[in-house]
């Protein structure tokens, strides 16, 4: 068995489940084992590691290979180290079978960690190394929920070349990403007993109206957008509720909303198209974004020289896009040119079976150390 992949499995057996999908408490919970891990194996390797707080005891972990003498360049590479739930205890032993390595987090995104912390390890110990160029691994917590991890590195302001943003891509480099926006939409009424209903007014009714009109007029004008990379944008009802009691006619209701953005919307932009489809139906809902950091869509130019670079290494023409967010925009929004690139699928994560390609994490580690080899 490979480096990359025996620390891949070691990695699989550490919980790091985000706090925000597991009860309180929970030991399973939080990125510490991991943090510990990558700490542990970049010391032992020579490199400077560093314990960059985030919030309630959690922390990002910043490994840097540093240059004879002053950086003039930097790369970051950005996995993240928090999964999302486990449902069964087995999902955190890893288990190979023939080319897959099944576990929780096996490919979203401790693959990606596995063969960039592997990579810069074997980096410190090569003959040739950047000699002008700083290259940071920065292992962040929280991407599954809120990115508090690549929100505090963004905060930094440092002044970056290039950040390479671990997630599963199949190892296509992607330059852009869709953003999310998650809005709810309430609609009041008038109480009255069930018995007879003429004489109140159904805010579940009006909701269920809503959603229709969500769901046919509004997803019909989204499909008139296309973006070369990413498509249309969409919208997705993924939470409804209301009422007090089957006897009483429901006097609010609501419904929440994911919609996938594409670069130039907003969140903004999107309250506003969503009030505009109820104004035209006279319906009297109000609009409002749900409480959580902005999550824009990402859209980072081939043309930028470092973004060229990397490309040429992996052996790509040109960039790709997928539909899912991720820390890259987050990164991007504070300056950094930001690409997507991993083994494994996006189809396999957060699955109960999630499994990645060996192959593809033992090539991935190859074609980093190539490019990190290149850097000037």
């Known amino acids: 068995m490979s480096r990359v992949v025996r620390w891949l499995a070691e990695l699989v057996e550490l919980p790091s489940i985000n706090p925000a999908f597991a009860p ?121 929920f809120a990115q508090a991890g690549s929100r505090r590195l963004a905060a930094e302001g440092w002044a970056v070349d290039l950040a390479v943003v671990g997630e599963p891509t199949r190892l296509r480099v992607v330059t852009a990403h869709k953003g999310s926006v998650w809005v709810r939409i309430s609609a009041g009424g008038r109480a009255a007993h069930a018995a007879t209903p003429w004489q109140g007014r159904n805010a579940i009714e009006q909701i269920a109206r809503v959603i229709l009109a969500v769901q046919d007029e509004y997803a ?24 007090t009691q089957p006897n009483i006619v429901a006097d609010q209701a609501w419904v929440e909303l994911d919609r996938r953005t594409l670069p130039g919307e907003s969140t903004r932009s999107v309250v506003r198209e969503l009030v505009a489809l109820l104004h035209r139906h006279g319906w009297p809902a109000s609009v409002r974004p749900l409480a959580r950091a902005e999550c824009p869509p990402l859209e980072t130019a081939t043309t930028h020289p470092w973004v060229a670079r990397f490309l040429r290494a992996m052996r790509q023409r040109r960039g790709r896009g997928v539909p899912y967010f991720c820390d890259a925009a987050i990164l991007a929004s504070a300056g950094m040119p930001a690409v997507v690139y991993g083994p494994g699928n996006i189809a396999q994560a ?25 850097l000037p």
């Open 24 to 144: 309180p408490g929970d030991a399973r919970a939080g990125e510490q084992r991991v943090a510990g891990y990558v700490s542990e194996r970049a010391r032992q390797a020579g490199l400077e590691v560093e314990l960059q707080p985030v919030q309630d005891g959690r922390c990002n972990v910043l490994v840097r290979l540093l240059p004879p003498a002053a950086a003039r360049h930097r790369v970051v590479l950005a996995p993240h180290m928090d999964t999302v739930s486990v449902v069964e205890e087995r999902q955190l032993r890893p288990r190979r079978q023939g080319n897959r390595l099944y576990g929780r987090g096996a490919c979203d995104t401790k693959a990606s960690l596995a063969a960039m912390l592997s990579a810069l390890v074997h980096l410190a110990s090569a003959r040739r190394r950047p000699r002008q160029t700083e290259i940071v691994l920065a292992a962040v917590v929280d991407e599954e």
């Open 220 to 243: 019909r004008s989204l499909g008139r957008r296309r973006h070369a990379l990413l498509g249309t944008p969409t919208v997705s009802v993924g939470r409804v509720g209301g009422g």
């Open 350 to 374: 957060h699955t109960s079976q999630e499994w990645v390609d060996v192959a593809e994490v033992e090539q991935a580690e190859r074609r980093l150390c190539g490019f990190l080899e290149s």
